[in-house]
């Protein structure tokens, strides 16, 4: 911003010195954000330094709010138990959100308390050789050659015969078993 300063004082066009520095004019007057002429505004993205809020907590206070959740009492529970059981007290050393803020600083979010944490493991698949080894009451447990095959027996059923009556249904039977399909009955 200073050589471009420096380059107007001297007489150059503010539009001549930014296109040599392939800078457009737009970005000059978002730089600046309508201050005076070498007051450039603070960078708003979010890398930018910023200010602590007034309001956030000391490194006394995170001490404090790590002790109470590491204390025998409190080691156990999850943070929603710790601030509930703290507000029945009287005291309210920080907020629920900012427990666990805390914890998840200090790589202490996780299972808390004595029981194991939890054994993630696909389930067992069962695999068929020959017909009638496995059987299943939903489809979508198995696998997707037989799903298929399944959904594609159940949508000529429905399409070929609709609606069952009386006197169709011998000739239904006559057709499954020329076609070979094994006999399905109306649910």
Not at 6 to 21: K, P, Q, S, T, V
Not at 40 to 69: F, N, T, W, Y
Not at 116 to 131: C, I, L, Q, V
């Amino acid at each position: 911003m200073e050589l471009i300063d420096e380059a107007h004082r001297n007489g150059a066009r503010l539009f001549m010195a930014y296109r040599e520095l392939g800078i457009t004019i737009r970005t000059r007057q978002r730089w600046l954000g309508g201050r005076g002429e070498s007051l450039v505004k603070e960078d708003g993205r979010k890398d930018a330094e910023r200010r602590k809020p007034a309001g956030a907590l000391s490194d006394h206070e995170k001490r404090e709010v790590l002790q109470i959740a590491d204390s025998p009492e409190y080691a156990s529970k999850p943070p929603a138990r710790i601030v509930a059981d703290l507000a029945d007290k009287g005291q309210w050393p920080a907020s629920e959100s900012t427990f666990y803020r805390i914890l998840r600083e200090n790589n202490q979010q996780h299972a808390r308390g004595r029981a194991k944490s939890p054994n993630r493991k696909a389930p067992a698949s069962h695999g068929a050789t020959a017909p009638d080894q496995v059987w299943s009451w939903d489809i979508t447990y198995c696998a997707p050659v037989i799903r298929c095959a399944a959904t594609d027996r159940e949508r000529e059923r429905n399409t070929r015969y609709p609606q069952y009556k009386k006197g169709e249904e011998a000739d239904r039977k006559k057709h499954l078993r020329e076609t070979g399909l094994p006999a399905l009955r109306r649910a």
